[in-house]
């Protein structure tokens, strides 16, 4: 799927275990964070491709997206897998802590917005043709359904016209379904 896709997947991911596992209470900071590591959780997966968003925000971007796209040669490996997935989680456990500080942001809701945010770019590609190579380096792909003929074809106009306006729509009815919950929630966030 495109990145707009997995965006706005992500995004209604996020709401929904938001909405559904409230915090007791969060920071205007850790809100924000979330909502940024949400949606750089959701482009990780798709690292491995040289057109991924991520790349033009780093200099020498292009260079770098090469090089790392011949390591993994093929696309749809390691970062699309249960492996790569704990590694990742592991790797922000580990990392996350020694840069931002603890009294400042809940780092544990920001570690699960980004995991959220990978999670749900799984779970999506798994409804396209391309299938998921869930346990690499064992080679078999997963799809739901698993004929390929019957997923979607990432870019194509199911997703854009079909896909893409429905998790829009979905996101939109939930939220406004919840509406009580959500204002409960934002009423709980504090400076
Ligand atoms: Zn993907």
Known sequence: MTARTHDLIALASLTAVTIYYPPDHFTVTTLIMSLIANNIGTLIPDLDSATNRLWDLLPAGDFLAKIFKRIFWKHRTLSNSLLGMIIFYLFLQWVLPKFLYPNMV???????????????????????????PLLFPIDVDFGIPPIE????????????????????????WF?????????????????
């Open 106 to 132: 809940n780092i544990s809701i920001i570690v699960n917005a980004t995991m959220i945010g990978y999670l749900s770019h799984l779970i999506a590609d798994s409804f396209t043709k391309e299938g998921l």
């Open 149 to 172: 003929s019957l997923r979607i074809k990432t870019g194509s106009w199911i997703e854009k016209a079909l896909v893409f306006p429905g998790v829009l729509i979905f996101l939109i």
């Open 175 to 191: 939220s406004i379904y919840h509406q009580s919950q959500l204002i409960q929630i934002f009423r709980s966030i504090t400076n």
